[in-house]
């Protein structure tokens, strides 16, 4: 009996994770629920002055709706290029799984544009992105690189990282703790980006990095003491 009551406690908790739409409930729609996220995570790019073809408005992404189902669920799109759940980063483009299921629910039930014209957000305003720029104290990664002095580090730079190439890279402390630092799935130079911590590490001494892939160059970012 106690068992069936785990197994049923079990099956409760991952029905709750999976939970997003509804299919049989209200249709999902371009003016409710895909513009919202296209403005928030695609727009930046995909607009008429940015660095790939304009998603702004339903015309446009109407007709690219299979291509954007197939983008998203693969996780080309955004190219953010690291496995969620693998570090946390406080700049973290990709989307969630909430919303590629919203996509691809969208697309499959007719990539309907929606009837209520008030539903649709503002279009978003676009600042001048600011250029990254590696700081000169920035720590070059070596596989098995051991550090001598403890290390606060805000993020990592793939500055260098052969198309295609996926690497685990975590830090193993003196105490036999790992702590995950980025996980680079079928990267891509083009998506080239700090990845910034929400929290800065620390690293104590004799500490050592696993993971490096040849010929790729990844730098620590350093980062912040945190107060106690």
Wanted: net charge positive; aromatic share 8%; charged share 20%.
């Amino acid at each position: 009996m106690k068992r069936l009551a785990v197994l049923i406690g079990l099956a409760c908790a991952v029905a709750t994770d999976v939970v997003a739409h509804d299919p049989n409930g209200t249709p999902i729609t371009w003016n409710r629920e895909i513009s919202r996220i296209v403005f928030e995570r695609c727009a930046s790019c995909h607009r008429q002055g940015g660095t790939s073809f304009s998603l702004m408005t339903y015309q446009e992404a109407q007709p690219r709706a299979a291509a954007m189902k197939d983008a998203v669920l693969a996780r080309r799109m955004p190219p953010w290029g690291a496995v969620k759940g693998f570090g946390s980063f406080k700049n973290d483009e990709g989307l969630t799984q909430q919303q590629i299921e919203l996509i691809a629910d969208w697309v499959e039930g007719g990539a309907t544009k929606g009837n209520n014209p008030k539903a649709l957000p503002p279009a978003p305003k676009f600042d001048r992105p600011v250029e990254f720029r590696l700081p000169a104290n920035a720590l070059a990664l070596t596989d098995g690189l051991t550090l001598t002095d403890a290390v606060t580090i805000g993020g990592l730079y793939p500055q260098h990282v052969p198309d295609g190439t996926s690497m685990q890279i975590v830090a193993m402390r003196p105490d036999g703790g790992i702590e995950p630092l980025i996980w680079l799935y079928e990267f891509k130079d083009s998506y080239r980006h700090p990845f910034l911590f929400r929290k800065p590490l620390e690293l104590p001494p004799h500490t050592v990095i696993r993971g490096i892939a040849p010929g790729a160059t990844i730098f620590l970012i350093p980062g912040r003491r945190t107060t106690r």
